[in-house]
C-alpha cells in the first residue's frame, strides 16, 4: 500500500513541475513568451512556423541586402528606414512579425517600433540562419 501511494505522490510532484515548466505567454498570446524589457516579444523558429499555420500577422524581412525571405513575408523593409516606412505597416495594435539573416537588424527594427507605440511586435530569435537550421525552406528571388 505504501508503494501506491509513494507513486502516486511522486507522479503529483511530476505533474505539476511539468506544469510549472510550460511557457506562461502574456495571456493573450497562447504559448508565446512575454514581451522583453525592450517592449517586443523574442520568438523561436518553431514558435513562427506554429503561427505560420493560421497568419493572423504581418511578416517583414528587414535585412538588407536581400539573402532570402521565410514563405508568407508580406513586405521588406530595410532595418534602419523602418520608422519611414510606417505607412506600409498595419495599425499600432496588430500582429507584426520581423526577422533578418541572424538577429540584429530586426531586433534594432523591433525596439524602434516598440518605441513608437507598436504594441504586438515579435522579432525572430536567430533569424534566417536559425528558420534554415531548423529545416525550414528559404525562398529567393
Known amino acids: 500500500m505504501w508503494w501506491v501511494l509513494a ?11 511539468c ?8 495571456g493573450s498570446e497562447g504559448n508565446l513568451p512575454a514581451k ?22 504581418a511578416l517583414i524581412n528587414v535585412h538588407i541586402p536581400y539573402e532570402g525571405e521565410i514563405r508568407e513575408t508580406d513586405r521588406f ?23 533578418c539573416r541572424s538577429g540584429p537588424m530586426s531586433t534594432t527594427a ?3 517600433l516598440a518605441s513608437l507605440g507598436y504594441t ?4 525572430l530569435d536567430g533569424g534566417m540562419i536559425a528558420w534554415s537550421a531548423a529545416g525550414y525552406e528559404l525562398l529567393m528571388r
Do not use: C, W
Open 7 to 17: 507513486m502516486s505522490a511522486a507522479a503529483h510532484l511530476l505533474f505539476v513541475a
Open 19 to 26: 506544469v510549472q515548466a510550460l511557457p506562461s505567454g502574456n
Open 36 to 57: 522583453n524589457a525592450d517592449g517586443y516579444t523574442d520568438i523561436t523558429v518553431e514558435q513562427l512556423a506554429s503561427m505560420l499555420e493560421d497568419k493572423d500577422f
Open 77 to 99: 523593409i530595410p532595418f534602419d528606414e523602418i520608422a519611414d516606412h510606417l505607412d506600409e505597416l498595419p495599425d499600432k495594435d496588430s500582429r507584426i512579425v520581423l526577422y
Open 110 to 112: 523591433a525596439k524602434e
Open 120 to 123: 504586438n511586435v515579435y522579432e
